[in-house]
């Protein structure tokens, strides 16, 4: 059992057991940033929307295939 000191008002105690967590730098780097800006996420939806509606015209504006030819035209965005 070790003994310890009453600390007197105004004196420093130090116990070299206290270890204190360390506070994480709050600047995001490397793989904290995302992979896509909020812009590019925007552009890359555009451009899905632009071509899916270039396809459901060639395919004659088919009632009920939005969401096939939404995921198809994401599809090739993506892989260009």
């Known amino acids: 059992m070790s003994t310890s000191?009453?600390?007197t008002p105004g004196s420093v105690q130090r116990d070299s057991?206290?270890?204190f967590p360390r506070i994480p730098d709050p600047t995001p780097t490397g793989d904290d940033f995302p992979l896509h800006s909020a812009s590019?996420?925007?552009g890359r939806k555009d451009k899905v929307a632009e071509l899916a509606y270039i396809m459901w015209q060639q395919r004659g504006c088919p009632e009920g295939a939005a969401d096939e030819i939404w995921f198809?035209?994401?599809?090739?965005v993506i892989r260009h």
């Not at 198809?72 to 090739?76: I, K, M, P």
């Open 72 to 76: 198809e035209a994401e599809r090739n």
């Open 40 to 42: 590019q996420e925007n």
């Open 17 to 19: 057991q206290v270890r």
């Open 5 to 7: 000191v009453k600390p």
